[in-house]
Antibody
Framework: QVQLVQSGAEVKNPGASVKVSCKAF???????IHWMRQAPGQGPEWMGW????????NYAQKFQGRVTMTRDTSISALYMELSSLRSDDTALYYC????????????WGRGTLVTVSS | QSALTQPASVSGAPGQSVTISCTGT?????????VSWYQRHPDKAPKLLIF???NRPSGTSDRFSGSKSGKTASLTISGLQTEDEADYFC???????????FGGGTKVTVL
């Protein structure tokens, strides 16, 4: 069964960068991987997507210049790196698979807690 | 502040029904049927419950149903069970950027 396995929790200082991984045990063409985050007490917020096959990306305007999504096809891993961290970046970061040609996510990772604190 | 508005919490006794609302605007819920619902238990991956307003993926109990009227979508849980105690959030396509918006989430408590 396909799963998305995310890396463990991270604690970072303000101004640092964090790189969260999302390992998929198989890639199916047409499925893009999206990244969302959920701050405490709030709903999820969409950050962007990556095409695991081509590496193409699209980022939410809010995160342009601070986020980079990449993949390593040799180990079926996807990465989301967020730089210049601030305290309000503290959140649970999710990767999720979007069903092709529709607007819903049929598979999610468990989330990676990123805490930004000095 | 989330783009879609949900009540912070709802509760019900075992066997009862509860309904969670998800209110958007004419640029999202009000104009498109691309509304989905997710269930999240603590420390677990969110699970897709409903897609395209009222469609259940295989594996979702028929106790969960979705509907939409105007700018408000709803998720109804019938025959409430203790395992339904979780957070639920909605999502919709939006014609404005970002094109995927979410609700703030609703905590369901089984009394």
């Amino acid at each position: 069964q396909v799963q998305l396995v995310q890396s463990g929790a991270e604690v970072k200082n303000p101004g640092a960068s964090v790189k969260v991984s999302c390992k998929a045990f198989e890639y199916t063409p047409g499925y893009y991987i999206h990244w969302m985050r959920q701050a405490p007490g709030q709903g999820p917020e969409w950050m962007g997507w990556i095409n695991p096959i081509s590496g193409g990306t699209n980022y939410a305007q809010k995160f342009q210049g601070r986020v980079t999504m990449t993949r390593d096809t040799s180990i079926s891993a996807l990465y989301m790196e967020l730089s210049s961290l601030r305290s309000d970046d503290t959140a649970l970061y999710y990767c999720a698979r979007k069903f092709p040609n529709y607007w819903y996510f049929d598979l999610w990772g468990r989330g990676t807690l990123v805490t930004v604190s000095s | 502040q989330s783009a879609l508005t949900q009540p912070a919490s709802v509760s019900g006794a075992p066997g009862q029904s509860v309904t969670i609302s998800c209110t958007g605007t004419t640029t999202d819920v009000g104009s498109y049927n691309h509304v989905s619902w997710y269930q999240r238990h603590p420390d677990k991956a969110p699970k897709l419950l409903i897609f395209e307003v009222n469609n259940r993926p295989s594996g979702t109990s028929d106790r969960f149903s979705g509907s939409k009227s105007g700018k408000t979508a709803s998720l109804t849980i019938s025959g409430l069970q203790t395992e339904d105690e979780a957070d639920y959030f909605c999502s919709s396509f939006s014609s404005t950027s970002p094109h995927i918006v979410f609700g703030g989430g609703t905590k369901v408590t089984v009394l």
